[in-house]
């Protein structure tokens, strides 16, 4: 038994040993193909399913964020005790944005109608106050235009509810501020069931050159997680030391919480269906591994060592995870594109980082699944498995 | 004999039916499980979006102008028209009154505060902490404790028919107060329980139980406004429509959807002389971040079933596929295919009747400690998931084993029992 054990070992010294245990591999593969295909989108399903649920867990929240910004202004920087902010504080704010929100100046003043009632009129930039504040429902945005033949009548959005107090808004509008007069023109109205309804909008250049005041507040949108929010917070309150600059904890904390809740579901739901999918490719390859022991019998008995045979298990199995993750992230990625267009109307940014951790993940589940079956059948004995015990 | 066949097979071969079974209870628990969370996620999100604040206001019908700037009303408190605070337990009276989570009337006044620098103009702002309120039979609790959950008190909040109050961060930082400090208030001496901390021009009031302004004002029984805090369903077309261009049925389907606008419209009819109008910055969004959440969890749900609809069939073919020697000896022995068949399915249906209700009590502890790691607040299982759930896992289990069953019927006895196969 020791020569011939010997003596094979030698003469298979002689033939190409990796070419017959490619060829085993290959034949394993191709023989009692059902099985192994079984197997093989087993791996490939379970890999697609991670790959769309962890793809769409980072990209999610991204997402989700951006739906916050309809909230409108989360920072917002004001000038201390009614005075106005300096002149190039938007320009500050524009530069530490750089780009990722949006904000809108504002400047308020009480003013008068003809017949002596008080009223807000607040200067702005409309097409910022547009981007910015997204919930508005106007009806008109007013078109700034220059004005080429001077007098002209100040385009202007009124609140409903101002509206609604003029009943003669449709055309002009005449407005005293400390005995200086403007001609309003309305454009549109504005209905957000806030302060606003009760203002009138102008050109924040018209209601400079009317009232010889600047602007006094910019509303600012930072979009981002909660601690980039506060990030942006600190390096305005850094650049504009005489302004009051402070969040508005509403919307800042409202998103905080929300988002933190709905990345927890769909975490714990990601990880229950990964975990499930793990469990699927698990019980399938043990299935399959099982229902070869008679060829790891004969293995055996013809003088296999037992390193051998884990080697060719591990590396079929390793091969088999190798060769459903790969399809399977592309799977995936197509699946979480889908949902994200579906769901969120945007394209998905696909991220490589989750292509080592499908990848890793299944040659793990797989080896793990080859593990448990190997480790039993070298406890029997060979006789036994091919007599069919 | 059948049963005897059925029973002897689940008696002897129990670690095989276990894993089976354990691989189809699994897969309920999580379709069980993902179900209720994804049917429950609307209404825990939508109780979390309230955390931004009311989504609809209630004003005086002939109010006139607000002048506010920088959340500062700088009209004189007196001015105006107001709603009387008996007519706000109506606010419970309306369809959709279990949607109502909770109301804080607001009522603005001012007095003049004692300080070491002399007397000095405070803005007071009066309304309900957590005040009991009865409508019908039933005794509630609201304020702004549970509409503006954002405000922060250092120190203890006042009771509602006290006389203590708060101070807001930035007045108390100004005059030195803090919690347990007396001030006095238009003559009168007040406790200030805590700081109060909000983010807006609260910070800058003292904010006090109702009936205290309205000693201040002058004027028992005023509110000027009133913040509702109600679950809506997410605003789409055919909310935005007058009611007063509606008739009939679809006036019907309109007023009895629970939209910010109608709920809104429904507040109006109830308190007398009022209006109210939806918040749009809080109502206008709520609607796309639930709808958002709430197909993601859709979409995660269906990836879901399917992997627990794979899991259980690849568990089933398994089991089937290691059953061909004894189907072999069945058939050897003179049974007929049909027979064989029927056992088999008889046995499997078994099976996933049993592990489909384990997994459904498993699934329903699942969800409920989801939802109370998660939300603080459990999610229930609908009774109706029951029968989803056994119909699914039937049809995945029967789908599953039925090819890996013809094979094994049909397959020559002489090679199953060889092991050739």
């Known amino acids: ?48 399913v991670s790959t769309a649920l962890l793809t769409l867990q980072f990209d999610a929240r991204a997402k989700l964020q951006r739906e916050f910004r309809n909230y409108g202004a989360n920072i ?36 008068r109608t003809p ?28 078109v700034e235009s220059p004005c080429l033949q ?33 001609q309003l023109a309305t454009a549109g109205t504005v209905q957000t069931g806030g302060a606003e309804d009760s203002r009138i909008y102008v050109p924040l250049a018209d209601f ?182 | 004999m059948f049963a005897r066949l059925v029973y002897e097979s689940f008696r002897r071969q129990k670690r095989r039916k276990l894993l089976a079974g354990s691989a189809i209870a699994l897969g309920v628990t999580v379709a069980t499980a993902m179900i209720a969370v994804a049917t429950g996620i609307g209404d825990k999100i939508n109780r979390e979006l309230r955390s931004f604040g009311s989504n609809i206001v209630i004003t005086p019908q002939e109010d006139s102008l607000d002048l ?47 300080t070491i620098q002399g007397p000095q103009a405070v803005a007071v702002l009066g309304t309900y902490f957590a005040h009991p309120y009865s409508y019908g039979k039933e005794t509630l609790i609201t304020g702004v404790r549970t509409t503006h959950p954002w405000w922060r008190v250092e120190g203890a909040w006042p009771e509602d028919g006290g006389h203590d109050l708060l101070a807001g961060e930035k007045l108390a930082a100004r005059l030195n107060i803090k919690p347990g400090d007396t001030v006095t208030l238009a003559g009168t001496a007040h406790r200030v329980s805590g700081i109060l901390s909000t983010g807006s021009a609260e910070d800058d009031e003292l904010v006090a139980p109702i009936a205290l302004a309205q000693e201040l004002l002058g004027r028992p029984g005023a509110v000027r406004r009133v913040f509702v805090s109600a679950l809506t369903k997410p605003e789409d077309a055919f909310a935005r429509v007058d009611p007063k261009t509606l008739q009939g049925a679809v006036y019907d389907r309109w007023y009895c959807s629970p939209y910010a606008q109608s709920i809104a419209y429904q507040l109006q009819q109830a308190v007398p002389n009022s209006h109210a109008e939806p918040i749009r910055q809080v109502s206008q969004n709520e609607g796309v971040i639930l709808a958002r959440v709430e197909g993601l969890l859709l979409l995660v749900t269906i ?106 019927v049909q397959m020559d006895p002489v090679f199953a029992l060889r092991g050739a196969a």
């Open chain 1, 150 to 182: 001077p007098p002209c009548a100040v385009p202007a959005l009124l609140g409903v509810r101002a509206a609604k107090a003029f009943p003669d808004h449709t055309q002009s509008l005449a407005l005293t501020f400390q005995g200086r007069a403007i």
């Open chain 1, 76 to 111: 917002i920087v004001a000038a201390k005790d009614g005075t106005s902010l300096p002149l190039d504080a938007p320009a500050r704010v524009d530069s530490l944005l750089q780009g990722r929100g949006a904000w809108a100046p504002f400047g308020f003043v009480v003013a």
């Open chain 1, 208 to 389: 400079t050159a009317w009232t010889g005041l600047s602007l006094s507040t910019i509303e600012i949108e930072a979009s981002g997680s909660t601690a980039e929010i506060n990030t942006t917070l600190d390096s305005l309150t850094r650049a504009l030391p005489d302004a009051e600059v402070r969040p508005v904890r509403r919307i800042v904390e409202g998103q905080a919480r929300v988002l933190s809740r709905a990345g927890s579901t769909m975490l714990a739901s990601a990880l229950l269906v990964v975990l499930t999918a793990a469990l699927c490719v698990l019980s399938t390859l043990m299935g399959w591994l099982f229902d070869r022991r008679r060829d790891f019998a004969i293995m055996k008995a013809i003088g296999a060592s037992d390193r051998l045979l884990n080697s060719f298990f591990l590396v079929e199995s390793a091969a088999l995870g190798l060769a459903g993750a790969l399809p399977g992230f592309l799977l995936g990625l197509g699946v979480a594109a889908w949902i994200s267009r579906a769901n969120f109307h945007s394209a998905l940014t696909p991220r490589i980082s989750v292509l080592p951790m499908v990848v890793g993940g299944s040659v793990i589940v797989t080896l793990l699944a080859a593990m448990f079956p190997v480790s039993r059948l070298h406890r029997l004995q060979p006789a036994a498995i091919l007599r069919g015990e």
């Open chain 1, 1 to 48: 038994m020791t020569v011939a054990a010997t003596s094979s070992t030698r003469q298979r010294a002689h033939v190409p040993q990796t070419s017959m245990f490619l060829r085993m591999i290959y034949r394993a593969a191709v023989l009692r193909r059902g099985r192994a295909l079984s197997a093989l989108v087993a791996v490939c399903v379970a890999a697609a």
């Open chain 2, 68 to 114: 506010d700037v920088g959340g500062v009303s700088i009209k004189p408190p007196s001015d105006g028209a107001f709603l009387r605070e008996s007519d706000l337990p109506l606010i419970k009276s309306i369809f959709w009154h279990h949607n109502i989570l909770g109301f804080a009337p607001m009522l603005p006044a001012s007095a003049t505060i004692e």
């Open chain 2, 303 to 408: 990836a879901a079933l399917l992997a627990s609809a794979l899991t259980v069939s690849a568990a089933m073919a398994n089991t089937m596929f290691e059953r061909r020697a004894e189907v072999g000896l069945m058939k050897a022995l003179g049974a007929a295919n049909a027979s064989v068949a029927s056992l088999l399915f008889a046995e499997t249906a078994l099976l996933c009747t049993l592990a489909s209700l384990v997994g459904f009590v498993l699934g329903t502890v699942l969800a409920h400690e989801i939802g109370s790691r998660i939300f603080g607040s459990h999610i229930s299982v609908q009774p109706v998931v029951l029968p989803v759930v056994l119909l699914l896992a039937g049809v995945v289990t029967v789908a599953g084993s039925a090819a890996a069953i013809r094979r094994a």
């Open chain 1, 115 to 142: 017949s002596g009632e008080a009223i807000v009129v607040a200067g702005t930039n409309f097409a910022r106050a547009r981007e910015l504040d997204q919930y508005w429902s106007v009806s008109a945005w007013p």
